[in-house]
DNA sequence: TGACAATATGACCGGGTAGTCATATGATGT
DNA sequence: ACATCATATGACTACCCGGTCATATTGTCA
C-alpha cells in the first residue's frame, strides 16, 4: 500500500499520480510498464514517487483498489444468485459498459492476460478461484455436469473473452457477439441438458 | 531471409547461432528476447550479427524454418483428412512429442500466445487459417454446427491449447488431460449431434 | 527566531537494449 | 608479393530501465 506521504498529498495530486498510472498500465503489460513514463505523465520527479510507493507493485495494486471503488459507481453488482453463464455474460458486458465510459479499466484487464509474470498470475488466481465456486454451486444444483474440471473451463472462459477483447480492436459490438459465442459453445458442452 | 554470409558459413558455426536462437526465444517472446543473449550464447561477435542476419524478425524467422524442417522428423505429418478435432488432438500430441525430445520448440509456441505484437500476431493468422479451413470443411461433411463462427473456435483452441502448455508448467500428462477436457467440451458444443 | 523533522528533488549508479562503424584480419587472384 | 575484396570484430552511440541518495526546501512546534 502507498506510504503516508502519499495519503497526505492534495486530491488533486493523488488523482494525476492515479491517472498516469492509468495511462500507463493501459497501455502496455504490467511487466513492461515503466515507472519513468508514470513520473513524466504525472509530473512529479522520480524521487518523489519513491516517496510515496515502494515499488511498481504498490502502485499498482494502489491503482486497482481505485478502480474498484470507481466500477463499482459505473456497473451494477453482479448477482450473486445467477448461474455461471449468467454470470460470465454479466461480467462481460459490465466490461463493456465500463469500456464505453473508461476504455483504459478494460483495456488495464485485458493486458493481464498476455503478462505471465509471478505477480499477474497471483492476482489472476485470486480472482478465478470466484468463478471457480459459482461453477461448483451450479454442479450442485444439477446445471452442469459434474465430471467437468472447472479449472478448465474457467481458464477458456478468463483468456477468452479478456484475449477476445484485446485482439477485436476494443470494437464493443464485434466483442460481445464473440463472447456470446463463446459462451453458448461453451454452455452447450458443460451443461445438462434437459431431453 | 539470413545475407549470404551466413549462408556460407560452416555448418558448425550456423548450429551454434541457431541454438542460441532457440535458447533465447524459447526463454522470453519474440517482444522481450535479446540480439545481446543470442551473440553471447552463440560466442560470435555483435557485428557479426548484423553480418548475417538484418534484424531479430530476420533470425527469429530463420529459426522457425530450421524448427520446422527439424519436427517433422519427430511427428507424424497431420493427416489431411481428419476431422477439426482429431486434428487438434494430433497437433496436441505432436506438440508433447515434439517438447520430449526438443522442449524448446514447444516453449517458443507457446510463447506467442502471451505476444501481441504486430510481428507475431501477423504469424498466427497465417497459421489459422489453415485450421479454419478444416472447420469450414467439416460444416461442410455435416460434422459441424453449419452457425457455429469458425474465428471463435480457433480462438478458443488455439489460445487454450498452447497458453495450457505454458501455465501447466511443461507437465505433459496434466497438459494432455487439459486439452482432451476442452476439447470435449468444446466439440460438445459444436459439432452436430446423432440423436 | 531557531531547531528539528518531513518532504521534495534530480543527478547519479549500474544495468539493460538495438544498431553502427572504423579498423583488423583473412582469402583470392594476378 | 601485392592489391583487392569479403568478412570479423568490439568499442561506441544513443537510448531505455529501476532504484538510491545527498542535498534543498518546506512545515511545525518551542
Known amino acids: ?13 493523488k488523482k494525476r499520480i492515479f491517472d498516469a498510472a492509468v495511462k500507463e498500465f493501459s497501455t502496455r503489460r504490467f511487466s513492461d510498464a515503466s515507472i519513468n513514463q508514470i513520473v513524466k505523465n504525472a509530473g512529479i520527479p522520480k ?8 515499488d511498481k507493485e504498490d502502485i499498482y495494486l494502489y491503482m486497482l483498489e481505485e478502480i474498484s471503488k470507481d466500477i463499482h459507481e459505473i456497473i451494477e453488482p453482479i448477482n450473486l444468485n445467477s448461474g455461471f453463464f449468467e454470470t460470465v455474460m454479466q461480467r462481460a458486458k459490465g466490461t463493456i459498459k465500463a469500456g464505453k465510459t473508461r476504455p483504459e479499466y478494460a483495456k488495464i484487464g485485458a493486458l493481464t492476460v498476455i503478462d505471465n509474470s509471478d505477480f499477474i498470475l497471483q492476482l489472476l488466481r485470486a480472482s478465478n478461484e470466484k468463478y471457480i465456486e459459482i461453477i461448483e454451486r451450479d454442479k450442485r444444483r444439477g446445471l452442469i455436469k459434474p465430471e467437468i474440471d472447472s479449472a478448465v473451463v474457467i481458464k477458456m472462459i478468463y483468456i477468452f473473452v479478456f484475449n477476445e477483447y484485446l485482439y477485436s480492436g476494443f470494437d464493443e459490438t464485434l466483442y460481445l457477439k464473440q463472447v456470446e459465442n463463446a459462451v453458448q459453445i461453451i454452455k452447450q458442452g458443460i451443461a445438462v441438458h434437459q431431453d
Do not use: C, H, R, V
Request: no cysteine; aromatic share 24%.
Open 47 to 54: 524521487g518523489s514517487f519513491y516517496q510515496y510507493f515502494a
Open 1 to 13: 500500500m502507498p506510504k503516508d506521504t502519499f495519503i497526505n498529498l492534495s486530491e488533486e495530486k
